[in-house]
């Protein structure tokens, strides 16, 4: 089998990957971040994910983001709760990371070469997302180019792809590819104000996006709400 790393969240989004990269073949690795984050039960729930999901391993790295700043997931700013009505427009909102998914990709490329591993799986998401600069499609092709001139792989021609299968998918195409393969979708967390037991507050905007994707692919919501 072909070895993939795929970084794991514990969010549906992510899920949902680990459960493409297996269906293609892959023997999959996945790769979680802790990266000082205020709602570490995410980690809890990618943990779960691995053991459910039978990963061939499940990596923990630590990077303290929180140091830096900048985020309303690592610092000390309040998490938004829009209407619907406030959500949308061209503003890159207070809850994006600056440099996570580069952090990430390249930690996951690190170990990708050391497994002998060509493959490596993301969850981005340029349909259902909240505006975050470095989960468009320009963001994944320009990355899997440095990869390829970065690397030993790269190099010696073997080559790097990065995958991002969930790229243009709503998020109802995401619950209804993940329910599909079988995802069970009550094991993951995807809030972004999660308290320590897992549960979701309902009303941010990964709440949101979560349950109405949901709703309109006719599934039921298995999040668990505080």
Same mark, same amino acid.
């Given at each position: ?139 994944? $092709?320009?990355? &899997?180019?440095? +990869?390829?001139?970065?690397?030993? %792989?790269?190099?010696?021609? @073997?080559?790097?792809?990065?995958? =991002? ?28 104000? $999660?308290?320590? &037991?897992?549960? +979701?507050?309902?009303?941010?905007? %990964?709440?949101?996006?979560? @349950?109405?994707?949901?709703?309109? =692919? ?9």
């Amino acid at each position: 089998m072909k070895k993939a790393v795929v970084l794991l969240s514990g969010g549906m989004d992510s899920a949902a990957v680990v459960a493409m990269a297996r269906e293609q073949g892959f023997d999959v690795h996945a790769l979680s971040v802790r990266y000082g984050q205020r709602h570490t039960s995410e980690l809890d729930a990618a943990a779960r994910v691995a053991r459910a999901m039978g990963v061939t391993r499940h990596k923990v790295v630590d990077v303290d983001l929180r140091s830096i700043g900048g985020s309303a997931l690592t610092d000390d700013i309040d998490v938004p709760v829009r209407t619907d009505e406030e959500r949308g427009g061209d503003d890159i909102p207070v809850t994006y990371v600056p440099a996570r998914n580069t952090i990430m990709l390249s930690l996951a490329l690190g170990w990708a070469e050391v497994l002998g591993a060509n493959d490596i799986f993301c969850g981005v998401n340029a349909v259902d997302y909240s505006g975050y600069p470095d989960c468009r499609p320009e963001f994944i $092709a320009a990355f &899997q180019t440095l +990869a390829n001139l970065a690397t030993r %792989a790269g190099v010696e021609g @073997a080559g790097i792809r990065i995958h =991002a299968p969930l790229q243009h998918l709503s998020k109802a195409q995401i619950a209804s590819e993940g329910h599909r393969l079988g995802v069970d979708f009550a094991l993951t967390v995807s809030c972004y104000r $999660a308290d320590a &037991q897992g549960r +979701a507050c309902g009303h941010c905007d %990964a709440c949101r996006l979560r @349950a109405d994707g949901f709703a309109a =692919a006719g599934l039921p919501d298995p999040t668990h709400y505080a």
